[in-house]
C-alpha cells in the first residue's frame, strides 16, 4: 500500500514538473513567435520594442505589454499600445494564427510629415476588442517605395488577410494640426464604433454611434472654432480588394467597375461657428459606390503634384494636375446620392433646403427658401442635366491660361459640362419693391453635339414678371395700366446632318395680356463644318452654303393692338377710333412702296392693316422662297434693299378671328 502511494505521489510531481515544463515551453515558444515579428520590423529599418510577455496555457491567453514601434519606412509615425490580450490564442498552420478575443488598450498612433508638408495627425484608441480573430503572425515585408500609395496598398494587403467576427471601440479620437494658420488645428471623437464580419478585407457593416467635431481655424484677423455633431454613422458592405485593384499598377486596363460601399449614410449633423453660423443637415446617404481601375489612378496624380511647394506652377502644370483629376473621378461612378433637410443659419436670416440629390448624372436642388436684402427668395427645384465633374475640370485645365482670355472654341466647350438647367416654382422679390417675381419653369436642353456646337436645342420659360418703370421700353405698358408681363417661351432648334436641313421649331412666345407670337423657320444646306470652324473667316465660307428656307409667322392680338392706339392717340392728341384709323392709313402708303415691286406683298399690307383696324385678330403670314436665296446674300439685301429681297419670296398673308 505504502509502495502505490509513493508511486502516485512521484507520479504527480512527475506530472506537474511535466505540466510546468510544458507551459514554460509554451511560454518561450510564444515569447520566440512574438520577438521573431518584433525582430522582423527591425530588420526592415524601424525601431521595435515591447515589455513582459506572458502566456497562460490553461485559458491560451498571450499578453504584450509596452510596445512603441517606429516604422522604419515612416520614421516620422510611432505606435505605442499599451498591452494586447489575446484569449484562445492557437496556431492555424505556420503563418496564421487565431483567438477567441483580443482585447488591446492604449492605442496611441502619431503621424508627422517631413518639410514641406507641416500637418501633423495623431489617433487614440484606448480599447479595441477583436471577437473571432484569424491573421497572419507575422506581417509581410514592407514595401520598398515610401509612396502614399504603395504604403496604402500595403496597408490594405495586411487588412485583407484577416478575418473577425466583430470589432469594437467605444471611443476613437482623431486629432490634427496643419501647421497653417488659414487651416488651424482640431480634434474628432467617435464613439460607439462596430464593425461586423470582417473576412478577407470585405465588411459586412461598420457603424459609429456619433462623432464630435472640433476645429480651430486661425485665419488673421477671424479666429474662428468650429463644434458639431454628427450621428448615426453607418457603413454596409465596404469591400477593400476593389481599392486595392484600383492602386494596382496591374490592373491598368481593367474597365470593370468594382464596387467599394454599397451604402454611407448618417444624420442628423449640426455644425456652429463662434462667428454666428449654424448647419443642421437631417442626414445623408450615398449608394452603390464603385471605381473603375483602368481610370482610378491616384498614383498618376500624386506624380503630377509640384515637388516644391512653395514654387507657383505654371500654366502647363496646372492643366496636367487638372487633366489627372478629371480621369480618378471619371473612375469613380455613384449610384445616386441625397442630402435631407438642411437648415444654414447666419446673422441675416435662416436658410432652409428640403433635398440636395443626385443620381444619374442629374443634380438637384430641392425646396429653397431664403433671404436676401430685398426678400424672401424661395425655389421648388434646381437641376443641372447629365452634369460631369470630369469634363467641368477638362474644361476648366482648358482655360487655365492666366492673362490670356478663353477662346470661343474653350468657352463652347462647357456644352460638355451638362446637357441642360431647369428651374421650377421660383417666388422672388423684384428689385427693390413690394412686388414679385414668379417663374412656373424655365428649362434649357441641348444635346447632339456636332464639334463644341450643340445641333440641337430647347429653351422653356413660364413666368411673371411685374413690369419696370425704370425701364425706358416698358414705360407705354406701365401707361397703359400693364403692370405685369405674363411670357410663355417655348423655343426649339435642330439640325438634321442627313438632309442638311436646319429648323426653328417651335418658337411660341405668349405675352399673356398682350400677344401671343409663333414662329418656324427652315434653313437648307447647312454643312457639319459650320459647327465645327473656329476660325470666322472659315465659318463664314461654310455659311455662303447655306440656302434660306420657308418662314411662317402668326401673332394672336390679346391687347398689344389696342396698347399701340392709345399710346398713338395720347402722343397725337386725337380720339382712339381717330389714332386706330390712321395708323392703318399709314400701313398702306407704306406698303405702295413694296407693293409697286411686288404685287404678293399687297395682301401682307392689307392684312396688317386689318389685324389693326379690328381688335382681338390673329395675323398669319407664310414667305416661301422662289428659288435658291442663299442666306448672306438675303442679309446683304435686307440691310441695302429690303423691297429687293423680298421679292425673292411668294407671300401669303391673311386674318382671322
Known sequence: MKRILIGLIVAAVLAAG??????????HRATSEVEAAFEQMRQQGGKASHGKITFELATRTLTIEDIAVTPGNLPQAQIKIAGIKGTGVRLVDDIRFSADSIDITGVEVA?????????????KIPQLTMRDYAGPVHAAAGPADNSPIEMYRYALSQYTGVTASSLTAPTLTMSFDSGNAAAGSGEFTYTGLA??????????????????????????????????????????????????AALDPQTSGDDNYRRVYRQVSAGPYTLKSEQAMRVDIDGFAIEDIAVQPSKFRLADVLAALPQDQSAPQTPAQARDLLEKIAGVYEGIRIGKAEMGKTSIGTPQGTAKINAVRYREGEFAVEGVDTPSPQGQFKMERFALKSFSITNLMRWAAGLSNPGQAPSPDQMLGLFRVLEGAEIKGVVSPFKNTRQLVTIDTISLNWGQLVGSIPSKANLVVKMVTPTDPSNPAQRPLIMAGVDKLAIDLDLGAAWTE????????????????????????????????????????????????????????????????????????????????????????????????????????????????????????????????????????????????????????????????
Open 498 to 657: 442627313s438632309s442638311g436641313a436646319f429648323a426653328l421649331a417651335p418658337a411660341t412666345i405668349d405675352l399673356g395680356n398682350l400677344a401671343k407670337a409663333q414662329a418656324r423657320f427652315a434653313l437648307a444646306n447647312v454643312p457639319r463644318g459650320l459647327f465645327t470652324m473656329t476660325d470666322p473667316m472659315e465659318a463664314m465660307s461654310e455659311m455662303a452654303q447655306v440656302e434660306t428656307g420657308t418662314l411662317e409667322l402668326s401673332l394672336r392680338d390679346s391687347g398689344v393692338v389696342d396698347l399701340v392706339v392709345a399710346q398713338f392717340s395720347r402722343m397725337q392728341n386725337v380720339s382712339r377710333d381717330a389714332a386706330r384709323s390712321t395708323i392703318a392709313e399709314m400701313i398702306r402708303a407704306q406698303g405702295e412702296k413694296v407693293t409697286a415691286a411686288n404685287l404678293d406683298a399687297k395682301a401682307a399690307v392689307d392684312a396688317l392693316a386689318g389685324f389693326v383696324e379690328t381688335s382681338g385678330q390673329t395675323l398669319t403670314i407664310k414667305l416661301t422662297p422662289l428659288g435658291k436665296v442663299p442666306v448672306l446674300q438675303l442679309m446683304d439685301a435686307l440691310n441695302s434693299e429690303p423691297i429687293v429681297a423680298l421679292a425673292q419670296f411668294r407671300i401669303e398673308a391673311s386674318t382671322g378671328l
Open 195 to 244: 464593425i461586423q464580419n470582417l473576412k478577407h478585407g470585405k465588411i459586412d457593416a461598420m457603424k459609429a454611434d456619433r462623432a464630435v467635431i472640433s476645429v480651430e481655424v486661425k485665419q488673421p484677423g477671424k479666429p474662428d472654432k468650429l463644434t458639431g455633431e454628427l450621428s448615426n454613422i453607418i457603413v454596409n458592405d465596404f469591400d477593400a480588394t476593389a481599392i486595392l
Open 18 to 27: 511535466g505540466w510546468f515544463g510544458f507551459n514554460f515551453y509554451v511560454q
Open 111 to 123: 503621424l508627422g510629415h517631413a518639410p514641406p508638408a507641416k500637418l501633423k495627425v495623431s489617433y
